[in-house]
């Protein structure tokens, strides 16, 4: 019920390829942390390591390999339990972002069943720090006492959760020596400062998705693929969630289309990861408002594509006129990084972690309805020098904060911290 990502499936990399993107002390710390933790184990546990399976996993394909060059001995284990596991754990997900439906006593005994018979299946593992990536396998250092210490990294919006998923999350977190947020908004009210950690997530700026693609290869590609490369698009690109609100994307672009007719909208969301039992819901949904409008597009199954995951969202983001990322709950939201990092004016939800990255009006647009997010998609149609001055900002925000080398030396840091308590 468990598996091993093997070296051979992941891409190597190697710090100093990406020295020219820190300032010298960011790179010193780095050197200095990797000289302390050399030959140190640390073992991450999630649910895929599918390429394009959602951002825990891509972070992952890049921060391991990462953390082994600075010399740590690092494995990467993924879970593999039966599709209602993942049924359950997709409704705490949803649950710790708010949704009020509540989980079910049969729910709570499937999702402690399966984690305790996934369990078993580490026991024979150790190492000194394991780092736990999201819901579905944070029971795993209480059904298996060799899973110490543990680190809990949690990747979504918790800034309202609802109150009866987290009483009965609570117990169970006390297994954690400290648990990761991604905004100090997230951190429960009345958890122990000792265990929180707060620091955002980053994109890798040498991975295929984002290193630079020309405009005009992008539209290349994005004409094959049906749209009309005289008229001007807008794009958002996430997996079909509610909370992406692929709905409210389509009612907004709408309202803009009746100001400028000339005008396309993608919506991106490649089914690549099992553990989003609703996604396929939802994209039938999408496709049923849009209603047969010729000018939406919207890519689904990754098997009726000639392109791979990474080179269209490449594409799409690079040969779009306007980003949008609509959430309604948004635990970071990295395709608005990589949106940012492609020097593009990106329009997102005023929410979660896009607050983190867009300054309204600075380097992007923050919205809180369909009718404010129409009139910024108007707005920088309309003036391209404006759009170009949110680009340029944008990018350079992404430079300052959200690289992986300053995630490398977040977690590089913590580790230490976290060996350093074990031996007092």
């Avoid at 809990?152 to 400290?178: A, C, G, M, V």
């Avoid at 709905?247 to 100001?259: D, M, P, Q, S």
């Avoid at 006129?321 to 492609?342: H, N, P, R």
Wanted: aromatic residues 8%.
């Amino acid at each position: 019920m468990i598996e091993k990502v093997e070296d051979s499936q992941i891409t190597e990399r190697k710090i100093k390829s990406y020295k020219h993107f820190m300032k010298p002390e960011l790179w010193s710390e780095i050197q200095m942390l990797a000289v302390k933790l050399k030959g140190k184990k640390i073992i991450h546990v999630n649910t895929t390591s599918h390429r394009g399976g959602g951002g825990v996993a891509e972070i992952l394909h890049s921060l391991v390999p990462l953390m082994q060059d600075a010399g740590l001995e690092v494995e990467w284990w993924k879970i593999r339990p039966g599709h209602d596991f993942f049924e359950v754990t997709k409704n705490i997900h949803n649950t710790l972002q708010g949704d009020k439906v509540d989980l079910t006593p049969a729910e709570k005994k499937l999702y402690l069943a399966e984690s305790k018979k996934l369990a078993r299946d580490f026991e024979a593992l150790s190492a000194d720090t394991w780092i736990i990536h999201d819901p579905q396998p944070l029971l795993l250092p209480h059904f298996a006492k060799n899973i110490q210490p543990a680190i809990l990294r949690l990747h979504i919006d918790l800034s309202k959760p609802n109150q009866k998923t987290w009483k009965f999350l609570q117990p169970f977190l006390d297994e954690y020596k400290r648990i990761i947020f991604s905004r100090h908004e997230y951190v429960f009210p009345g958890f122990s400062s000792k265990k929180a950690e707060v620091f955002s997530p980053a994109i890798d700026p040498l991975t295929a998705k984002n290193e630079p693609m020309k405009k005009e290869a992008a539209r290349m590609i994005l004409e094959n693929l049906g749209m009309n490369p005289e008229k001007l698009i807008v794009a958002q690109v996430s997996r079909f969630d509610v909370w992406k609100d692929p709905l409210g994307v389509i009612r907004a672009y709408y309202l803009a289309k009746k100001e400028i007719p000339n005008l396309q909208l993608v919506l991106v969301g490649l089914t690549l990861a099992a553990d989003d039992p609703e996604a396929r819901e939802v994209y039938e949904k999408v496709k049923k408002y849009a209603r047969g409008d010729a000018d939406i597009f919207a890519f689904y199954n990754p098997r009726e594509l000639q392109y791979d995951n990474n080179t269209l969202i490449n594409a799409v983001q690079t040969g779009s006129d306007v980003i949008i990322q609509k959430s309604l709950k948004e635990g970071f939201g990295l395709t608005v990084t990589e949106a940012m990092w492609k020097k593009k004016a990106v329009i997102g939800g005023n929410v979660g972690g896009i607050k983190l990255q867009i300054r309204n009006g600075f380097n992007g647009y923050l919205v809180d309805s369909e009718e404010e997010c129409a009139e910024r998609i108007v707005k920088i149609l309309k003036d391209k020098k404006l759009a170009s001055l949110l680009g340029k900002r944008a990018k350079e925000s992404v430079q300052e904060h959200f690289l992986a080398p300053r995630l490398l030396r977040d977690y590089l840091k913590l580790i230490a911290e976290t060996i350093s308590a074990r031996k007092v």
